[in-house]
């Protein structure tokens, strides 16, 4: 099955500055790639996503980078702040019709003032 | 608000017990999908039922069972409880099919401690 790997597990950021975290997949045939924030206790929400047909996509400060051939993708949030701090989760799945997705095992990352 | 609803958010229970956790998953989700987060870790995916039927299952440890109802919610069962089972159980659904965008919409979790 899929296996999602992701770098690195902890980010520490001085407030303004970017963040980058990677991630790898394993199977070639998937083709859907979210990323999921989740603020402490609470529940995972998607922020982005970006499909294979796609190398790059940008939502505000946040975007999403994919290299299918290398089958890694990144996510890049520029002038952080405070509210970015949670922990962030890659995905991966076959399809947007409904298969499973397999998770990153998460960043945590933590933007100080 | 996901529209997802998880019931019960907290549940305190001794090893060797057996429990029910409950999801209602949004209006016209077909798919429900069952996700286990333990301490400090990452979202281990169980099992995804759709329209009733099972479709797709992972790590789901054979002491655990779910199923999705003719209403569409769904129950994950956990028998013979073990310490190491408390965790935080996430319910997500999704559209699925033609007009699904992929995205999950997580409930806000059950949060089981098996002392």
């Known amino acids: 099955g899929e296996n999602v790997e992701q770098h690195p597990s902890t980010l520490s950021v001085q407030e303004g500055d970017s963040a980058v975290i990677k991630c790898t997949y394993s199977?070639?045939?998937?083709?859907?790639f979210p990323w999921y924030k989740q603020e402490l206790g609470k529940r995972p929400q998607l922020i982005i996503d970006?499909?294979?047909?796609?190398g790059e996509k940008k939502d505000q400060r946040i975007a999403v980078t994919l290299n299918k051939t290398a089958k890694h993708f990144s996510l890049h949030i520029t002038e952080t702040q405070p509210e970015d701090s949670a922990v962030y989760f890659c995905?991966?799945?076959?399809?947007?019709?409904?298969?499973?997705?397999?998770f990153g095992e998460g960043t945590q990352l933590t933007v100080n003032p | 608000d996901s529209g997802v609803t998880q019931t019960p958010k907290h549940l305190i229970t001794a090893t060797g017990q057996r429990v029910t956790l409950r999801c209602s998953p949004r209006?016209?989700?077909?798919?429900v999908y069952w996700y286990q987060q333990s301490l400090d870790q990452g979202l281990q995916f169980l099992i995804q039922?759709?329209?009733?039927?099972?479709?797709a299952k992972g790590n789901i440890l054979e002491r655990f069972s779910a199923q999705q109802f003719p209403d569409l919610h769904s129950e994950l069962n956990l028998s013979s409880l073990e310490l190491g089972d408390s965790a935080l159980y996430f319910c997500?659904?999704?559209?699925?099919?033609?007009?699904?965008?992929?995205?999950?919409?997580f409930g806000e979790g059950s949060r089981l401690t098996v002392l």
């Open positions: 970006i499909r294979s047909n796609v």
């Open positions: 209006s016209g989700d077909l798919s």
């Open positions: 997500a659904s999704s559209v699925s099919g033609r007009g699904g965008t992929g995205e999950l919409f």
């Open positions: 199977d070639s045939a998937s083709n859907y």
């Open positions: 039922y759709y329209n009733g039927e099972e479709r």
């Open positions: 995905a991966a799945s076959k399809s947007t019709s409904g298969s499973r997705l397999t």
